[in-house]
């Protein structure tokens, strides 16, 4: 079946240690978002990347990285920089950055702070 | 910027009522209006998704109006079951910043048996 699947489900971070989440999809899509999710809000974008080797600040970007080397991956690295990484993070992907495709999202990685 | 609301944040019902949840948005420049499910730590499950040419759609006893003048939509849940008792995210993907979407903070759904 197609889909996008995240891993691990559960991260613990230590104290300046950086932390790397995977997102891998096989729809076959060009389009790769990061969001972000604090209890009882709804989602910031992070990151995104509309096609290989290309990706753009989100509104939180901050004390975060990507990289897009391939089509089917956009993993993501919580740095130490990031003073509050604990949240939920879910990727997900659509077929284009237009527009009318719907997104698709993974299960999410839940990151905790040790 | 554009801003999502969803009114109520919480709703509490009994078994079998009709009920209306609400989406609001600042800036009518979108392509779609995407209606998500939520179970608690679980990813998002898309439910419907409305063209911005699109008034409605519907599936099964789920009904999803877009009113892009005004910027609002409604999510209409018929005859709720308890299994519909989850938080309900509206998602907005604009025409502009490369179709990322703005989400609101979600309505959390009780339906009591």
């Known amino acids: 079946d197609g889909g996008i699947t995240q891993s691990p489900k559960y991260l613990f971070r230590k104290e300046g240690q950086n932390v790397t989440l995977s997102c891998e999809q096989n729809?076959?899509?060009?389009?790769m978002y990061w969001y972000r999710q604090d209890p009882g809000q709804g989602l910031r974008l992070i990151y995104y990347s509309q096609i290989v080797n290309d990706f753009q600040k989100g509104d939180i970007a901050e004390g975060y990285s990507v990289s897009r080397e391939k089509k089917e991956s956009f993993p993501l690295t919580v740095t130490s920089a990031q003073k509050n990484p604990t949240a939920f993070y879910l990727c997900a992907s659509s077929m284009d950055r237009g527009s009318n495709q719907p997104q698709h999202f993974g299960d999410g990685t839940r990151l905790s702070i040790l | 910027k554009q801003e999502v609301t969803q009114i109520p944040a919480a709703l509490s019902v009994p078994e079998g009522e009709n009920l209306v949840l609400n989406c609001s948005f600042t800036d009518s420049a979108i392509y779609n209006l995407q209606w998500f499910r939520q179970d608690p730590g679980k990813g998002l499950t898309s439910l419907l998704l409305?063209?911005?040419?699109?008034r409605e759609q519907t599936s099964g006893r789920l009904n999803a109006s877009l009113d892009k003048s005004s910027g609002r939509s409604t999510l209409y849940i018929a005859a709720s079951q308890p299994g519909d008792s989850a938080t309900y995210l509206c998602a907005v993907r604009e025409t502009t910043n490369a179709g990322k979407s703005t989400f609101g903070d979600g309505t959390t759904l009780t339906v009591k048996p």
């Open positions: 729809l076959n899509h060009d389009a």
């Open positions: 409305i063209q911005s040419s699109q």
